[in-house]
């Protein structure tokens, strides 16, 4: 089988080619740094940018698999969820190509992709679903914060999900309130690492209620407050390493209590981790340290497939098509808000 797979959801073009079950070729362009001078992405320009490089990318995937069009098996495009405008331009090529070619095209839920990123391992990524074991999965991004429960490949449950802000958008927004730029998540754990987690005490919103719903919004707010009770402390470079440090503690703490609770809840002894906050080096040793205790196996996503690219969209596709799920057909639209439930 080989499937050319395109991903256009947010900031990222991105091309991939799947030999069964193997991501010969992954491109991605990636437009943070266009973004990042107005604070977070804009649909417009990202539309813009997804118009201007779609096809070199694709070009560029199967140039690197050395593979034509029309040896094509199948195509598989993310359908959502997303910005549309910024949907749209992937989902209509892949369309327009399945069209021309005359070969199926899988739509594939992004954060179901994201989901099962940790099976997708090493360099290039292969789809390593026999080692597959039942998991507690946390996918933290920009956009989602869900706890899921995994019980077979594309059979899965949503436990709980952000009621408000995602992780990564209070990464993101904590690293405003401090002046570091856009995206934080990165600036704000390599500050971390250098800084006290005990120094400020944040709130851990919803650490102890008795589901698997999180808020990140009230932590925003916390630290927003406490900058401005103290703008000594805002204005002073040598603190920000601790005041990365606790915020993190506080999101870090959070994401891992709530994780091994559910897990323990529904008796698996696995946990996986994916999405782009999936890279915080903090939130990653935690999940160790809490599997080692319990004697639980972690898979965490590889940091490659923790943003967004078209390998996982196709690897996923590929199974998709594997298990018999139904191509879309030309009168098949885009997905904007999907959810995941199986
Ligand atoms: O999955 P992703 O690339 O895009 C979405 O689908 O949202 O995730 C982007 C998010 C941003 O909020 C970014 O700040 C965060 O992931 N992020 C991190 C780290 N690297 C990326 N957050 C914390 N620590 C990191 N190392
Ligand atoms: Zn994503």
């Known amino acids: 089988m080989r499937l050319l797979a395109i991903e256009t959801s947010c900031?990222?073009?991105?091309?991939?080619?799947?030999?069964?079950?193997?991501?010969?070729?992954?491109?991605?362009?990636?437009?943070?740094k266009i973004h990042a001078e107005y604070g977070g992405v804009v649909p417009e320009l990202a539309t813009r940018e997804h118009l201007r490089n779609l096809q070199p990318v694709v070009r560029e995937a199967l140039e690197q698999a050395d593979i034509a069009p029309t040896e094509l098996d199948a195509l598989a495009a993310t359908r959502g969820p997303g910005l549309p405008p910024a949907l749209m331009v992937g989902w209509k090529a892949a369309q327009s190509m399945a069209y021309a070619l005359g070969i199926p095209l899988m739509g594939v839920n992004h954060v179901q992709a994201h989901l099962y990123s940790p099976w997708f391992v090493g360099d290039?990524?292969?789809?390593?679903?026999?080692?597959?074991?039942?998991?507690?999965?946390?996918?933290?991004?920009?956009?989602?914060?869900?706890?899921?429960?995994?019980?077979?490949?594309?059979?899965?449950?949503?436990?709980?999900?952000?009621?408000?802000?995602a992780a990564g958008e209070c990464f993101d927004k904590v690293a405003k309130l401090l002046g570091l730029g856009y995206p934080g998540g990165p600036v704000v754990d390599r500050l971390a690492r250098e800084g006290d987690p005990a120094a400020f005490d944040f709130?851990?919103?919803?650490?102890?209620?008795?589901?698997?719903?999180?808020?990140?919004?009230?932590?925003?707010?916390?630290?927003?407050?406490?900058?401005?009770?103290?703008?000594?402390?805002?204005?002073?470079?040598?603190?920000?390493?601790?005041l990365c440090a606790s915020a993190q503690a506080a999101i870090v703490e959070v994401l891992a209590k709530k994780t091994l609770r559910a897990a323990k809840r529904e008796r698996v002894k696995c946990l996986t981790l994916s999405g782009g906050v999936a890279c915080n080096s903090e939130l990653r040793n935690q999940l160790q340290s809490v599997c080692d205790e319990n004697d639980f196996t972690l898979r965490l996503a590889s940091s490659d497939l923790c943003t967004d690219n078209a390998a996982m969209i196709g690897l996923l596709g590929e199974r998709m098509m594997e298990q018999g799920d139904d191509p879309a057909s030309m009168e098949v639209d885009i997905h904007p808000g999907w959810a995941i439930n199986a």
């Open 124 to 165: 290039p990524p292969v789809a390593d679903w026999n080692s597959f074991e039942p998991n507690l999965s946390l996918i933290v991004s920009g956009g989602h914060t869900l706890l899921v429960k995994v019980d077979a490949p594309l059979k899965h449950k949503i436990l709980g999900s952000t009621q408000d802000d």
């Open 203 to 242: 709130a851990r919103p919803m650490l102890n209620q008795p589901n698997d719903d999180f808020s990140f919004s009230g932590l925003k707010t916390s630290v927003r407050y406490f900058l401005e009770k103290h703008p000594e402390l805002a204005a002073d470079n040598a603190r920000l390493p601790d």
């Open 11 to 32: 900031d990222e073009t991105s091309a991939a080619v799947i030999v069964d079950g193997r991501a010969v070729s992954t491109v991605v362009s990636s437009q943070i």
